[in-house]
């Protein structure tokens, strides 16, 4: 389908060309007949896919019923709701790999369930992910790097890591880190 889209492009602009080229050399030889009626046509379907043409998207024109940026909602529910009385929670040992951390000597520090909300009061990175209710429980799991964390940023050393990840259904939020990077790599330069 990409394919046909830039042949199409391709052809489009080779017609546009070409009727340009016709009605360049007609007006220098004083030719003053009408353009022929397909190669106007051509030219014309060809502007929308050459010629960006800007519009104020606010027009009514442009929406079924005007402006609806007023109903645009600030703060939104969050997807994952609260579930404070969950009494079975998500196996967290089937993401950790023993004999891999093992290999680097890293040791988990902390693996437990709280609230959002007393996760980022504990671990505050200054990122709040508003798509967690405050009182969704969650687990937190801690792991210490004493030999260094490699991200593409470099090797952080003495580094700690904080996952996090939903109690409930085992979704992982992403995680924190701590530690030292001597010798940032920046980025396009590895």
Request: aromatic residues 10%; proline residues 6%.
């Amino acid at each position: 389908m990409k394919h046909y889209t830039t042949i199409r492009k391709v052809l489009v602009f080779i017609v546009v060309l070409t009727a340009c080229i016709s009605v360049a050399a007609a007006t220098v030889s004083g030719w003053t007949e009408e353009v022929d009626p397909e190669i106007k046509k051509s030219m014309e379907e060809a502007e929308q896919y050459i010629m960006p043409t800007l519009v104020d998207v606010t027009d009514p024109k442009y929406t079924e019923e005007g402006d609806k940026r007023d109903l645009l909602i600030d703060d939104p529910d969050p997807i994952f709701k609260p579930n404070p009385d969950l009494d079975k929670y998500f196996d967290i040992n089937t993401v950790i790999d023993q004999e891999a951390l093992a290999a680097v000597n890293a040791v988990v520090t902390l693996k437990e369930v709280m609230k959002y909300s007393d996760y980022t009061a504990r671990f505050d990175d200054g990122e709040e992910i508003t798509a967690i209710a405050p009182e969704r429980l969650v687990w937190v799991l801690q792991v210490y790097y004493p030999k260094g964390f490699e991200t593409k940023r470099g090797v952080y050393s003495d580094a700690t890591v904080t996952g996090l990840y939903d109690a409930e259904t085992g979704f992982y939020h992403g995680f924190s880190l701590s530690g030292t990077n001597e010798n940032p790599i920046l980025p396009g330069r590895r």
